[in-house]
């Protein structure tokens, strides 16, 4: 055979284990949840801890369960409070991210002692942080006691056991309210597909979007999930814990601004004062679109990091506090505690395609422009 | 071979069969989640088993964690590998029975409580908790009672109230002191506490029977009884500090010693914490009764020790049962873990004050199990109700928790 030349006999042998270990440990095992999940694995107490168990096929009933059962609104709770807490924990992240590293671009007197700190906080793990964090934001603890440093009275604000929320919607309406977001981007594509001209885009998009509406407006108040309301929102217990995390993180978000603030080579930016641009415009036209692909990878790596979140979580409001949870929370305590490993499964899996949705069109793209290059 | 090398071969041998055969001599592991103020307890009992039965090894096995939260996970594992220790700990009741038993992963041990003369010694309303399906699991080895009401004598007589008797007589109270400026008459901590207390009025409104009937199925979640006490419990909880999901049950029972709430609901280990954390002197320095409306009930919960299937070292992990139900094991264990011995028969002069007041209590009143440390509902249902209280707490919606309820007993197979 010509192909296979001792480099390459070499290049077999030493990837195979790695390869195989991948195959089982997380392939094998992505493989066998995705097919617990569609079985009755623990819905009967006699069954599921049983030496041989009798495991039933029952395809999406667990997913049936958990979006419309009477009994898993803290699942649904947790959906929305994870989406939430992921939106807010990206923005504070690359917010107080960008504004320390452009602030630590301008070299200011001890730079490198600055960066220091700020980064320090990543290397903690989550439990350290929540921990610290949890002390911190104790009813009558730390936080709330600052405005009377002031002279100011205490806070009284529950950071972590506050059972409001706000924001709040019927869960029944999820559909249309999804529906019509996904109808607006269309919209937004489709009219800037538009303007630069390209046919085929506006059509695709602006045909999708109408569909979408069409069926927001006919099909959709029809479709009931749940008998009876149910109001989620954003729960107030949250905010502590966005807090800690975008702690943590922001450090890590402005390294990674700071190196591509430092990619940006002096000469676009001498070129851009030489043509008459001051500061907010050089930084709005030549440095943020510049900073664009540091943005999208922060994105992506926070995104992941906050759909799977646990640790953070269970050291700071621990696991039995549902205004402050997360699926990642409820998946070991139904698997776990409850010994409903088919339903647990089903949570695993629905966090596994939503972390997919955020890094399989990052990779995508990366291929893309690793075979252009 | 050389005649010293030999000598020496045969000595090695020699040894070789001495540890094998102390090997021979027994094993046991013993899978608990004592460890920290609980382990010199536990030593206690490993002691007496030593002094039985000297050449047997003990392995004591503990995974920390307060109520076993990362033991029974542990456990789960093991079994589910087919290594299960020789005798694990776990609440006594559904907790192993709803999980372990119905797996058929259980030993019947009816035939050691004849010949140990337990069927005697324990009360009968505890056997019949933990048995099921005609067999009895485990052998319970203390218990704590949990209807129980702490406050603060001083601070009770300067605010001019008494101890209310009726949940319904607790709600007047909790008015009159918040009109002298108490915002908050009770405390109650994160979610188990809340469940805990939901637990005592839900008894102290439908009495002993009716909680007994809720959980054999044969009062319905949605009976209007029923619905009725979530009402109430929702007026006990309007009497509550609001940041209760951010305190553990030690810093709840803080703003009694304080002064800051009237009443906690806790159970008896808050008398432990009581009088050696806070060095305070029973009846005086804090004062107790049973929950309102419970006033003969003792609502127990109690950890106990099962035989699994498949146990290694069988004969020692019975050996091992037997101290435990011994009236010396039982006696060398509680007084170190301030609990109360299962027995009826145990040597009060050895126990605290609280502790011969519950003993007392444990004789002529009637037993009752408590749901949320697992006495009386699975796992299953226990660890999914938190979210149901959870709920109540945010909307008061007496109906929707009941119903709630209602079908989480029925998926956990106690009702229909």
């Not at chain 2, 020699?14 to 592991?29: F, H, I, P, R």
């Not at chain 2, 103020?37 to 964690?65: H, R, W």
């Not at chain 2, 704590?144 to 008797?165: D, E, I, Q």
């Not at chain 2, 109700?385 to 989480?408: E, M, P, R, V, Y």
């Amino acid at each position: 055979m010509k192909g296979l030349t001792k480099d390459r006999l070499w290049a077999i042998a030493v990837l195979t284990p790695s390869i195989l270990l991948l195959a089982i440990f997380v392939y094998g095992f992505i493989g066998r949840t995705v097919y617990v999940s569609f079985t009755d694995w623990g819905n009967d107490p006699a069954q599921a801890l049983a030496l041989n168990p009798i495991i039933k096929w029952v395809g999406l009933a667990n997913y049936q369960e958990l979006f419309t059962g009477f009994l898993q609104g803290r699942f649904r709770q947790e959906m929305i409070s994870t989406i939430f807490f992921t939106v807010f924990f990206i923005l504070g992240c690359l917010g107080l991210g960008l504004g320390l590293a452009l602030a630590l671009d301008r070299n200011p007197k001890g730079e490198a002692l600055w960066r220091t700190i700020f980064l320090f906080p990543m290397s903690l793990s989550f439990i350290v942080t929540g921990t610290i964090w949890r002390w911190m934001l104790q009813p009558q603890g730390g936080v709330n006691q600052l405005p009377a440093a002031f002279g100011g009275k205490p806070s009284t604000f529950g950071w972590l056991s506050s059972t409001d929320s706000v924001l709040k919607f019927d869960w029944n309406l999820l559909p249309i309210i999804t529906a019509v977001v996904v109808a607006i981007v269309m919209g937004v594509i489709a009219y800037r597909a538009f303007a630069s001209g390209q046919r085929t885009r506006t059509i695709v998009a602006a045909a999708s979007a109408a569909v979408l509406l069409l069926w927001a407006v006919f099909v959709a108040p029809n479709l009931k999930m749940l008998p009876a309301p149910e109001v989620h929102g954003f729960n107030l217990a949250l905010v502590g814990i966005v807090i800690a995390a975008v702690w943590q993180m922001s450090g890590y978000t402005m390294a990674l601004y700071l190196a591509g603030l430092r990619g940006i080579p002096e000469e676009l930016r001498e070129a851009a004062r030489v043509d008459g641009a001051n500061e907010i415009d050089m930084y709005r036209r030549v440095v943020f679109p510049l900073l664009a692909p540091i943005t999208l990878s922060a994105m992506i790596i926070l995104g992941h990091i906050s759909l799977k979140i646990f640790d953070l979580v269970y050291a700071m409001a621990g696991p039995d506090n549902t205004f402050a949870s997360v699926p990642a929370l409820n998946m070991y305590l139904t698997s776990f505690r409850q010994n409903q490993f088919a339903l647990g499964a089903a949570i695993g899996t629905i966090l596994l395609i939503l972390v997919a949705f955020i890094i399989v069109p990052y990779l995508s793209s990366q291929f893309r422009t690793e075979e252009s290059h | 071979m050389s005649k010293v090398q030999f000598k020496k071969a045969l000595l090695v041998a020699a040894a070789l069969a001495v540890t094998t055969s102390a090997a021979a001599a027994g094993k046991l592991e013993i899978f608990s989640w004592w460890s920290g103020d609980e382990g010199p307890a536990l030593e206690a009992l490993v002691k007496l088993y030593k002094q039985k039965y000297s050449s047997v090894v003990v392995d004591n096995a503990t995974v920390s964690g307060g109520a076993g939260t990362n033991a029974k996970a542990v456990l789960k594992t093991r079994m589910l590998g087919g290594t299960p220790p020789d005798s694990f700990q776990a609440h006594a009741g559904q907790e192993l029975i709803g999980t372990w038993v119905v797996a058929n992963r259980m030993e019947d041990l009816s035939a050691l409580f004849k010949s140990e003369g337990w069927d005697k010694a324990f009360p009968k309303d505890l056997t019949a908790l933990i048995s099921s399906k005609g067999g009895i699991w485990s052998v319970p080895v203390n218990v704590h009672r949990s209807n129980v009401m702490w406050y603060n004598p001083a601070k009770l007589k300067a605010w001019g109230v008494t101890v209310p008797k009726t949940w319904p007589e607790f709600i007047t109270t909790c008015a009159t002191l918040k009109s002298k400026g108490v915002a908050a008459p009770l405390v109650m901590g994160e979610n188990w506490t809340q469940q805990h207390l939901w637990e005592s009025v839900m008894i102290g409104t439908l009495g002993a029977q009716g909680w007994q009937n809720l959980f054999s199925g044969k009062l319905k979640f949605t009976d209007p009884r029923v619905v009725g006490a979530f009402t109430t419990f929702g007026k006990v909880m309007d009497c509550a500090n609001k940041d209760a999901s951010g305190l553990s049950w030690q810093q709840a029972s803080d703003r009694i010693v304080d002064g800051t709430s009237a009443f906690n609901i806790m159970g008896d280990w808050a008398a432990g914490y009581f009088t050696t954390t806070k060095k305070l002197a029973p009846g005086t320095g804090f004062g107790w009764a049973t929950s309102p409306g419970t006033s003969k009930v003792f609502v127990m919960l109690a950890d106990s020790f099962g035989l699994p299937k498949g146990a290694k070292n069988r004969t020692e992990a019975t050996n091992w049962l037997k101290v435990l139900g011994s009236k010396a094991g039982q006696d060398a264990f509680n007084p170190l873990k301030g609990s109360i011995a299962a027995r009826i028969d145990s040597d009060l002069s050895k126990y605290n004050t609280y502790s011969r007041s519950a003993a007392t209590d444990w004789k002529t009143n009637k037993i009752v199990g408590s749901m949320v440390h697992g006495a009386v509902a699975p796992e299953s249902f226990t660890s999914a109700f938190g979210a149901i209280i959870d709920q109540f707490a945010a909307t008061k919606n007496s109906a929707g928790a009941a119903a709630a309820a209602q079908q989480l007993a029925v998926k956990s197979g106690f009702s229909k």
